[in-house]
């Protein structure tokens, strides 16, 4: 069964940082495009970055460009989502997915499998 952990949430300030990480099983990890999500009531889930299993293609949008990285480790098959000067409105629940044609597709329609979330709260 494949399956996607994320862990790394919880309440943080504003301008804080947390480090999320997507621990992947059940399948071959180094073959997948991760990509990282969030969420909040009555939206959509939107991408925040994905990264293809080259490490050649990295996608963030202007709303976090700058203050989040992403990174992935084969040999742990883990994708870590360094979130720094976190804002208020980065808060929700945070997914990442797999993307089995292996490449960064920033759109929730593209992804095969889910982890069950993250709870991000950027409050002060």
């Known amino acids: 069964q494949v399956t996607l952990v994320e862990s790394g949430g919880g309440l943080v300030q504003p301008g804080g940082s947390l480090r999320l990480s997507c621990l992947g099983t059940?399948?071959?990890?180094?073959?997948?495009?991760i990509g990282w999500f969030r969420q909040v009531p009555g939206k959509d889930r939107e991408a925040v970055s994905c990264i293809s299993n080259t490490l050649i293609a990295a996608y963030y949008p202007e709303s976090v460009k700058g203050r989040f990285t992403i990174s992935r480790d084969n040999a742990k098959k883990t994708v870590i989502l360094q979130m720094n000067n976190l804002k208020p409105e980065d808060t929700g629940v945070y997914y990442c997915?797999?993307?089995?044609?292996?490449?960064?597709?920033?759109?929730?329609?593209?992804?095969?499998?889910w982890g069950e979330g993250t709870l991000v709260n950027v409050s002060s």
């Open positions: 997915g797999a993307d089995l044609t292996g490449l960064c597709r920033p759109e929730a329609s593209a992804m095969d499998t």
């Open positions: 059940g399948f071959t990890f180094d073959y997948y495009g």
